[in-house]
């Protein structure tokens, strides 16, 4: 044999060799990793902006969630590694009231920790904690087009992460306006950048993508606990089918990864926290298996709810506007495709809906927003189903169906009927409206449309007209129903947004009393949705009360006492609250012969409105055609209502200001010098004239 011969039989051997490496390293390029999926994940971002970072910065802080998580991120902020309400209580606290804790460890501390870095940044706002519900949106905007644009296309993908960043409800909790906010927020974004992910992971057959998955489940446990370990279950079930050679999967050591990097992640504060405050701990860990698993030793609230909940009561307040059944007819079709195609962002979908709905439904307590980790997947598996529609007559039928439901319920009076026969244990199935109206019209066009099809031999005239028709009705839905009932929403309660009784005075005892001070609040009710004693612990650092100043006991333990009220105190008033606040403060160790006089800045007036006089008011603008305004007011006896209008080139506006926007009891406000009426108003530089009564004196207002 030559040598010519044997270096050509090498060199071909060699070639054999190389092949199967060559094949294995070439990929072909991704047509789903492009520039122009960079582009629309900017354009989402953008989207989402738009939709939700405006009024983010408002003043007001609503609702029990909002105001704790508010206070314990001041708190939080003071002393990082300690979350708490109360730094150094007055008087003994029980670890079992949360609303009223030292230490709070009620919910988990990651968008606590998040707020307190932000309010280093951007100062003490309630802007620096809903900041992370805004990015927890948007990261779950943006984790929905990349998980849905291979089973459904780009522009689908793109349709349901526009409508999932302009649902009403998402407006609510990034708001701050509702219960959960920045937990649910944070942890919505958390699963679906975790399952997003491990779906790429699965794809390059990578542990160290593994390892990002996992860190991400790690800080949405430091967020929401056991509800962020939802995509750990998914990446373990998905390995699992593989190995059944059911689906595309994760390798072990990829689920591995994962868990590694959330227990690196979430393990330590969870260790320390349990051995720092064992009794505490252990306490909210009962608590929160409470959620799932009945206890009468711990106080869950009055949120238990029947089995059927999800599907019914928080499934609607989620997803509205959409029909409740919609939700439902997309999970439904995911488990279909799962099984006809075993793609795996279909099967890793369907396990993360199925999962979260299937446990909060067994469990003992659903609020309303316990189940917004799961919605971004639900809008990718509307995305999923739009874009089948066109090649699926029956699944077109029943979005179709879904979609006219509320139509349907308003002229088939049958279809009510029908519901409220529904046996009593299926409790909100019969009550509310909805659900089993849907399934009814969804079951009978579903049926009627594939026998129709096999009859008449699948025409594909029927499959493009019902396809088409699904596909409009339910683009037209994410795109344009979505924004314009979240723009209506938000208009409806602009004004709510500003309502703010502690901001202008908290802020005012935060930069002129002594770090060691306490507040007692003189009040005796709290705005609707407001709890005032948090609101002023957040504004003002300073532990608060609302109840009978307790000077002596202050002292004792080496705190300043100052007085909050909306009415003139025997005290000196704490200098830099503006004319405009609707509360004043006063120093308690700084007694006067007489009541505070009126402060400067009002604009003096002398009205008489049976048996109220007007004495001045004040104004501040707070922007998008708002002002705050303070009638300081003296009663002749018991108050009566003050009914202002304010009249300008746009219209009039009138205001009934009752005795109780005091947040005082009518007859503490009796004998008082002078006492605060606050209300929002047009803005002063479009108002020309005040009339006080319904035809009573009118008073010219300079401009500003």
């Given at each position: 044999?030559?040598?010519?011969?044997?270096?050509?039989?090498?060199?071909?051997?060699?070639?054999?060799?190389?092949?199967?490496?060559?094949?294995?390293?070439?990929?072909?390029?991704?047509?789903?990793?492009?520039?122009?999926?960079?582009?629309?994940?900017?354009?989402?971002?953008?989207?989402?902006?738009?939709?939700?970072?405006?009024?983010?910065?408002?003043?007001?802080?609503?609702?029990?969630?909002?105001?704790?998580?508010?206070?314990?991120?001041?708190?939080?902020?003071?002393?990082?590694?300690t979350p708490h309400i109360y730094k150094d209580p007055l008087y003994p606290s029980d670890i079992r009231h949360w609303w009223a804790a030292n230490v709070w460890m009620h919910?988990?501390?990651?968008?606590?920790?998040?707020?307190?870095?932000?309010?280093?940044?951007?100062?003490?706002?309630?802007?620096?904690?809903?900041?992370?519900?805004?990015?927890?949106?948007?990261?779950?905007?943006?984790?929905?087009?990349?998980?849905?644009?291979?089973?459904?296309?780009?522009?689908?993908?793109?349709?349901?992460?526009?409508?999932?960043?302009?649902?009403?409800?998402?407006?609510?909790?990034?708001?701050?306006?509702?219960?959960?906010?920045?937990?649910?927020?944070?942890?919505?974004?958390?699963?679906?950048?975790?399952?997003?992910?491990?779906?790429?992971?699965?794809?390059?057959?990578?542990?160290?993508?593994?390892?990002?998955?996992?860190?991400?489940?790690?800080?949405?446990?430091?967020?929401?606990?056991?509800?962020?370990?939802?995509?750990?279950?998914?990446?373990?079930?998905?390995?699992?089918?593989?190995?059944?050679?059911?689906?595309?999967?994760?390798?072990?050591?990829?689920?591995?990864?994962?868990?590694?990097?959330?227990?690196?992640?979430?393990?330590?504060w969870s260790l320390y926290s349990g051995w720092r405050w064992p009794e505490l701990h252990d306490l909210e860990s009962r608590v929160t298996r409470a959620h799932l698993f009945?206890?009468?030793?711990?106080?869950?609230?009055?949120?238990?709810?029947?089995?059927?909940?999800?599907?019914?009561?928080?499934?609607?307040?989620?997803?509205?506007?959409?029909?409740?059944?919609?939700?439902?007819?997309?999970?439904?079709?995911?488990?279909?495709?799962?099984?006809?195609?075993?793609?795996?962002?279909?099967?890793?979908?369907?396990?993360?809906?199925?999962?979260?709905?299937?446990?909060?439904?067994?469990?003992?307590?659903?609020?309303?927003?316990?189940?917004?980790?799961?919605?971004?997947?639900?809008?990718?598996?509307?995305?999923?189903?739009?874009?089948?529609?066109?090649?699926?007559?029956?699944?077109?039928?029943?979005?179709?169906?879904?979609?006219?439901?509320?139509?349907?319920?308003?002229?088939?009076?049958?279809?009510?009927?029908?519901?409220?026969?529904?046996?009593?244990?299926?409790?909100?199935?019969?009550?509310?409206?909805?659900?089993?109206?849907?399934?009814?019209?969804?079951?009978?066009?579903?049926?009627?449309?594939?026998?129709?099809?096999?009859?008449?031999?699948?025409?594909?005239?029927?499959?493009?007209?019902?396809?088409?028709?699904?596909?409009?009705?339910?683009?037209?839905?994410?795109?344009?129903?979505?924004?314009?009932?979240?723009?209506?929403?938000?208009?409806?309660?602009?004004?709510?947004?500003?309502?703010?009784?502690?901001?202008?005075?908290?802020?005012?005892?935060?930069?002129?009393?002594?770090?060691r001070s306490v507040v007692f609040a003189a009040l005796d009710t709290d705005p609707p949705l407001n709890f005032e004693n948090l609101n002023l612990m957040f504004w003002s650092?300073?532990?608060?009360?609302?109840?009978?100043?307790?000077?002596?006991?202050?002292?004792?333990?080496?705190?300043?006492?100052?007085?909050?009220?909306?009415?003139?105190?025997?005290?000196?008033?704490?200098?830099?609250?503006?004319?405009?606040?609707?509360?004043?403060?006063?120093?308690?160790?700084?007694?006067?012969?007489?009541?505070?006089?009126?402060?400067?800045?009002?604009?003096?007036?002398?009205?008489?409105?049976?048996?109220?006089?007007?004495?001045?008011?004040?104004?501040?603008?707070?922007?998008?055609?708002?002002?705050?305004?303070?009638?300081?007011?003296?009663?002749?006896?018991?108050?009566?209502?003050?009914?202002?209008?304010?009249?300008?080139?746009?219209?009039?506006?009138?205001?009934?200001?009752?005795?109780?926007?005091?947040?005082?009891?009518?007859?503490?406000?009796?004998?008082?010098?002078?006492?605060?009426?606050?209300?929002?108003?047009?803005?002063?530089?479009?108002?020309?004239?005040?009339?006080?009564?319904?035809?009573?004196?009118?008073?010219?207002?300079?401009?500003?």
């Amino acid at each position: 044999m030559s040598l010519k011969s044997i270096l050509r039989g090498t060199a071909v051997a060699t070639l054999l060799l190389a092949v199967p490496v060559l094949v294995q390293t070439y990929r072909a390029p991704d047509p789903y990793r492009t520039k122009l999926d960079g582009l629309i994940v900017v354009a989402l971002v953008v989207w989402g902006l738009a939709q939700l970072a405006p009024h983010l910065a408002h003043p007001a802080i609503y609702n029990w969630d909002e105001a704790m998580h508010q206070a314990a991120a001041r708190g939080t902020h003071d002393t990082f590694f300690t979350p708490h309400i109360y730094k150094d209580p007055l008087y003994p606290s029980d670890i079992r009231h949360w609303w009223a804790a030292n230490v709070w460890m009620h919910k988990p501390t990651g968008p606590f920790w998040f707020g307190a870095l932000m309010m280093h940044v951007v100062g003490v706002t309630p802007f620096a904690l809903r900041l992370a519900s805004l990015l927890g949106h948007l990261a779950a905007g943006a984790a929905i087009y990349l998980i849905a644009r291979r089973p459904a296309g780009r522009l689908w993908a793109t349709l349901a992460a526009v409508g999932f960043l302009a649902l009403p409800f998402g407006w609510q909790l990034v708001q701050g306006r509702f219960f959960g906010d920045v937990t649910d927020c944070t942890l919505a974004g958390c699963n679906a950048v975790a399952v997003a992910l491990l779906f790429h992971a699965t794809r390059e057959n990578s542990w160290r993508w593994g390892l990002a998955a996992g860190a991400v489940v790690g800080l949405g446990y430091l967020c929401k606990t056991g509800l962020a370990l939802t995509p750990l279950g998914v990446a373990a079930t998905l390995w699992g089918l593989s190995r059944l050679r059911f689906c595309p999967g994760p390798r072990f050591t990829t689920v591995l990864a994962m868990v590694a990097a959330a227990g690196v992640v979430a393990a330590p504060w969870s260790l320390y926290s349990g051995w720092r405050w064992p009794e505490l701990h252990d306490l909210e860990s009962r608590v929160t298996r409470a959620h799932l698993f009945h206890d009468p030793t711990v106080d869950v609230g009055p949120w238990r709810r029947p089995l059927d909940a999800v599907l019914n009561e928080v499934n609607r307040t989620s997803f509205q506007p959409l029909p409740n059944v919609l939700p439902l007819v997309a999970f439904c079709w995911l488990l279909v495709r799962a099984v006809r195609k075993r793609d795996l962002e279909t099967v890793g979908l369907a396990l993360w809906v199925g999962a979260t709905w299937l446990v909060l439904s067994l469990g003992t307590v659903k609020v309303p927003a316990i189940a917004w980790g799961a919605v971004p997947a639900v809008l990718a598996a509307l995305a999923i189903a739009g874009s089948d529609a066109w090649r699926h007559p029956t699944l077109a039928a029943l979005l179709l169906a879904a979609l006219g439901t509320p139509l349907a319920m308003e002229h088939l009076p049958a279809l009510t009927r029908m519901r409220e026969s529904l046996p009593a244990s299926w409790d909100q199935t019969r009550t509310l409206p909805g659900l089993a109206e849907g399934l009814v019209m969804v079951f009978f066009a579903g049926a009627m449309t594939a026998v129709v099809w096999r009859l008449a031999r699948r025409p594909e005239w029927l499959t493009g007209v019902l396809g088409l028709a699904a596909s409009g009705v339910l683009a037209w839905h994410l795109a344009i129903t979505l924004p314009v009932e979240k723009a209506r929403y938000e208009d409806a309660h602009l004004e709510e947004l500003y309502v703010s009784y502690s901001r202008e005075v908290g802020l005012a005892l935060s930069r002129n009393t002594p770090k060691r001070s306490v507040v007692f609040a003189a009040l005796d009710t709290d705005p609707p949705l407001n709890f005032e004693n948090l609101n002023l612990m957040f504004w003002s650092g300073r532990m608060t009360y609302r109840r009978a100043p307790d000077v002596a006991l202050a002292h004792e333990r080496g705190y300043h006492p100052y007085l909050v009220s909306p009415l003139a105190e025997p005290y000196a008033p704490v200098p830099g609250v503006p004319p405009q606040a609707a509360l004043r403060a006063y120093d308690l160790d700084a007694p006067l012969p007489q009541p505070a006089p009126l402060p400067d800045g009002i604009t003096p007036l002398s009205v008489r409105q049976g048996n109220l006089e007007v004495l001045g008011f004040a104004s501040r603008s707070l922007g998008h055609g708002i002002e705050r305004y303070a009638f300081y007011v003296r009663a002749l006896g018991v108050p009566q209502t003050l009914r202002v209008t304010f009249h300008g080139p746009d219209g009039i506006v009138e205001r009934v200001l009752e005795p109780g926007v005091t947040l005082r009891r009518p007859q503490a406000l009796v004998g008082a010098a002078w006492f605060i009426l606050p209300a929002l108003g047009p803005s002063r530089a479009k108002v020309t004239h005040l009339e006080f009564g319904a035809v009573g004196q009118r008073v010219a207002v300079s401009p500003p």
